[in-house]
Each structure stands twice: as structure tokens, then as C-alpha cells.
Nanobody, 119 residues
């Protein structure tokens, strides 16, 4: 069984910063891709940023230049540094971990962490 746990959300003013963390644990052979998605009530979940095991990153257009994703393979952990936050960054941020397990390659989601940008 694989567990994915996010932390670091909260309330921040526009222009502020937050750092999210996500750790995967369990019977994992290797973590292939980890990343962040966000969802606002009534809309579809959208890509924020993902990173491969080799460190290749992909960002959603709205966060390029403001957010930075990184990972520590020794800790099975991914981080999202969010700078210059805007009102429209508000939402629930979900971590996704695409891993190699005994049954093959599978994707797991965390429970989500709320980020609210408000003055």
C-alpha cells in the first residue's frame, strides 16, 4: 500500500510565499513522477507542476516563473515553492505520485491541502 501525504498549505497575502511538501511512503520500488495539481470548487483539477525522477520539470502556464518544484529522491519527497502568490492561486493542492510497485506502475493521490490567497 502506498501513502501520499501533503503539508504546508495555509493563508497568505497576495505577493507572499508558501512551500508545500509531499511525501510518499509504502511498498514502493521507485517513484517515477511526482507533482502537484490544484482544484477550485466547480472546476477541473489542473496541472501545477510535475517532476520526473531524473529531475525534468513541467509547469502549468499560469505558474511559470513563480513556482518551483523540486524533489529529494532519498526521502521520496517533492516540494513546491510558491512565490508571488495571486488570488487565482487559491485552491486545494493535490500531490500525485506515479510509482513502480509490485503490481506495476500506479498513480496515487494525497488528500489535498488548502491554499488561500487573500488580503
Amino acid at each position: 500500500q502506498v501513502r501520499v501525504v501533503e503539508s504546508g498549505g495555509g493563508l497568505v497575502q497576495p505577493g507572499g510565499s508558501l512551500r508545500l511538501s509531499c511525501a510518499a511512503s509504502g511498498s514502493i520500488f521507485s517513484i517515477l513522477v511526482m507533482g502537484w495539481y490544484r482544484q477550485v470548487s466547480g472546476t477541473e483539477r489542473e496541472l501545477v507542476a510535475v517532476i520526473t525522477r531524473a529531475g525534468v520539470t513541467t509547469y502549468g502556464d499560469s505558474v511559470k516563473g513563480r513556482f518551483t518544484i523540486s524533489r529529494d529522491n532519498t526521502k521520496n519527497t517533492v516540494y513546491l515553492q510558491m512565490n508571488n502568490l495571486r488570488f487565482e492561486d487559491t485552491g486545494v493542492y493535490y500531490c500525485n505520485s506515479f510509482v513502480s510497485v509490485a503490481a506495476g506502475n500506479e498513480a496515487y493521490w494525497g488528500q489535498g491541502t488548502q491554499v488561500t490567497v487573500s488580503s
